[in-house]
């Protein structure tokens, strides 16, 4: 079955640093989705980007960007210039073509950005 | 619109109660979902349906039941509820898939905070 790992349990950072949450995925399909989500303090899961593993093109969005590597099986997210409101927990996840409605999340990323 | 609605937000249960969580979407999605989110272990799924009168497990069904008999509802039960299920719940809701190689976001409730003492 396909995994998701998210090594990095918390990070804190000071406003205005940049920082960068890890994804690694384990999928035997040649077809998949990745997904990040984002879930503030309020507890509410807010959906922040799509990728098919077709598509290695990286992705900016403001001061977000994510990086995706086929060849080290990864899908790294970057935030620019962190902001207190970027505090939040982050979810990466994958959804294989074989296993249609299976996605699996990683178990996330709590980051804090300290004034 | 109201999006992906739950009910209860909270619960508190003792063992071997039963109770029914309630999501509603108004998206007119076919897809529906009910995870459960424990510390350190990310989302999990415990069951899915892909259209109206349609269940299906996920990775952790056991102890659960779901029903779809409307499009828009989709509800999970706990017959004999255990200290185990405390968790909070989400539910979620996708558009239909066009074939097989696709794959939409899904859209996500506010959670249930359930817990078996």
């Known amino acids: 079955a396909q995994k998701v790992t998210q090594a990095q349990t918390e990070i804190s950072v000071v406003e205005k640093e940049d920082v960068t949450l890890d994804c690694v995925y384990e999928t035997r399909d040649t077809t998949y989705y990745l997904f990040w989500y984002k879930q503030p303090p309020s507890g509410e899961l807010v959906f922040l980007i799509r990728r098919n593993s077709f598509d290695e093109q990286n992705e900016i969005s403001g001061r977000y960007s994510w990086n995706f590597q086929k060849s080290t099986s990864s899908f790294n997210f970057t935030i620019t210039a962190s902001q207190v409101v970027d505090s939040a927990v982050y979810f990466c996840a994958l959804s294989e073509a074989f296993n249609n409605n299976d996605m699996r999340f990683g178990a996330g990323t709590r980051l804090t950005v300290k004034p | 619109n109201a999006g992906v609605t739950q009910t209860p937000k909270f619960r508190v249960l003792k063992t071997g109660q039963s109770m029914t969580l309630l999501c509603a979407q108004d998206m007119n999605h076919e897809y529906m979902y009910w995870y459960r989110q424990d510390p350190g272990m990310g989302l999990r799924l415990i069951h899915y349906?892909?259209?109206?009168?349609?269940?299906a497990k996920g990775e952790v069904p056991d102890g659960y039941n779901v029903s779809r008999l409307k499009k828009q509802n989709f509800l999970l039960g706990l017959e004999s509820a255990a200290p185990s299920q405390t968790s909070v719940y989400f539910c979620?809701?996708?558009?239909?898939?066009?074939?097989?190689?696709?794959?939409?976001?899904?859209?996500f409730g506010p959670g249930t905070r359930l817990t078996v003492t």
């Open positions: 979620a809701s996708s558009v239909h898939r066009a074939s097989r190689d696709v794959f939409y976001e899904q859209y």
């Open positions: 349906s892909v259209g109206e009168g349609t269940t």
